[in-house]
């Protein structure tokens, strides 16, 4: 039983690293698809919109009719689930990602928790450990550091600003995530969500005016090429869909707790792929500063979902709550 238990957890750590490191590889091929002309509201539109198009033939293999019936019964909290968790903090990522430096703009995405726990200690009025203030405190430093504030702000403004914006949809999803739990399944969730976020999108990023040459033209990512079909490619079924499940069969053998650590190999995986790809080094201060933020971001949620466990679910993806899905 007990080499069995352990086989069960080495494997879902591997899933969890696996996705985290599928996920961190978004930012680099999106990037590069703007580059050759895409907006990142566009960008971000062709990754959701296809995602979706591959898992909601999953809910209704899987599901069927008892998937839609699920669907209507939690809609209010699943259209501001795909505006906020899955529309907005991929758009605002990739336009800081557009603007900013690959492990810059995800760093400021995973800076989500510290809003977390803003929101809980002046929005909802909840008491919160002193060690979430000293996890907060941390982070701030740490962003201080990214941005050299001393100088006045070195990075892009306009990066700076979605990359937070990225963060606050995070934290949104963190608090929401937790009201659907148990109510929506996990697998509909997420499939429910990419269409909301299509159709958002499809509003907002003027898809119709996408240079669609410019997923048959061979595009540049750093020194490197390839036809721009293969960036969209990865970017939807792997970056997208196949982290969605190996995060679904990380959490079904790890606590939420591991998973949510586990996480965090998002930030080091995208800062990876843009050195890799796009050429791209951080400052010595960036990556002194990124660490104080993700040890800050980790103390505030850590601490926070120990002591209130409702309010502030673990910082997984999206993907970790189709866990239940049995996907």
Do not use: H
Request: a positive charge; one cysteine or more; charged letters at 10%.
């Amino acid at each position: 039983m007990y080499k069995d238990a352990a086989r069960v957890k080495s494997a879902g750590l591997g899933f969890a690293i696996f996705s985290a490191i599928t996920f961190g590889g978004s930012g680099p091929f999106a990037k590069a698809l703007i580059g050759a002309g895409l907006s990142p509201q566009q960008a971000a539109w062709l990754r959701i919109l296809g995602a979706a198009a591959l898992l909601v033939p999953l809910v209704l293999i899987f599901r069927g009719s008892a998937g839609i019936r699920a669907a209507r019964a939690s809609w209010p909290q699943l259209v501001l689930y795909g505006l906020t968790g899955i529309a907005g903090c991929q758009t605002l990522f990739f336009i800081a990602a557009s603007r900013l430096p690959v492990g810059v703009a995800i760093l400021l995405e995973f800076s989500g928790p510290v809003l977390v726990v803003a929101w809980l200690k002046f929005g909802r009025k909840v008491a919160v450990p002193k060690s979430a203030a000293l996890g907060v405190g941390i982070a701030l430093i740490g962003l201080a550091t990214v941005v050299e504030i001393w100088s006045g702000l070195q990075l892009d403004l306009v990066g700076l600003l979605a990359g937070l914006g990225a963060a606050a949809c995070q934290a949104t999803y963190f608090i929401l995530i937790d009201k659907l739990t148990g109510v929506a399944d996990p697998l509909v969730m997420t499939a429910a969500g990419s269409v909301v976020g299509a159709l958002l999108l499809t509003a907002i990023s003027a898809p119709w005016a996408i240079p669609w040459n410019a997923l048959t033209d061979t595009i540049a990512i750093g020194e490197r090429s390839a036809p721009g079909w293969v960036f969209a490619t990865w970017l939807i079924v792997v970056s997208t869909v196949i982290a969605y499940l190996a995060g679904a069969a990380a959490v079904q053998r790890l606590s939420a707790a591991i998973g949510g650590a586990v996480a965090y190999v998002e930030v080091v995986a995208a800062s990876l792929f843009a050195w890799i790809l796009l050429n791209e080094t951080l400052r010595t201060n960036q990556i002194i500063g990124g660490a104080i933020v993700l040890l800050g971001a980790f103390v505030a949620q850590s601490s926070v979902g120990k002591v209130a466990p409702p309010e502030v679910p673990q910082p997984t993806r999206p993907d970790a709550d189709l866990a239940d899905a049995g996907v």
